[in-house]
Nanobody
């Protein structure tokens, strides 16, 4: 089992920045990649970004490219999501997830463990 705990959400004005953190514990040696997803009210959970634990390969959704940066600290089993130039449409609950294989890393089906989520609200 892998446990994931997110932190760093909050309220920010449009154009501002937030940094989300996700700490993994448990059987972390099984993790292949970690990712971030988000879900706005009444909408589906969407992929945001992912990073491979071994080679650092990175994936981004088109909607966040150039504004969000995902990074990892393997020693601390932590993944970060730096979010800059935030827009009201970025408002959502952000979820951290861990994948045990390299398949489908930009989709929900690729992930085996999920955090509880952290709210990000961007005011206009």
């Amino acid at each position: 089992q892998v446990q994931l705990v997110e932190s760093g959400g909050g309220l920010v004005q449009a154009g501002g920045s937030l940094r989300l953190s996700c700490a993994a514990s448990g059987r972390t040696f099984n993790i292949y990649a970690m990712g971030w997803f988000r879900q706005a009210p009444g909408k589906e959970r969407d992929f945001v970004a992912a990073i491979s634990w071994s080679d650092g390969r990175i994936y981004y959704a088109d909607s966040v490219k150039g504004r969000f940066t995902i990074s990892r600290d393997n020693a601390k089993n932590t993944v970060l999501l730096q979010m800059n130039s935030l827009k009201p449409e970025d408002t959502a609950v952000y979820y951290c997830a861990a994948a045990l294989t390299s398949r489908f890393l930009t989709t929900i089906r690729g992930y085996d463990y999920w955090g509880q989520g952290t709210q990000v609200t961007v005011s206009s």
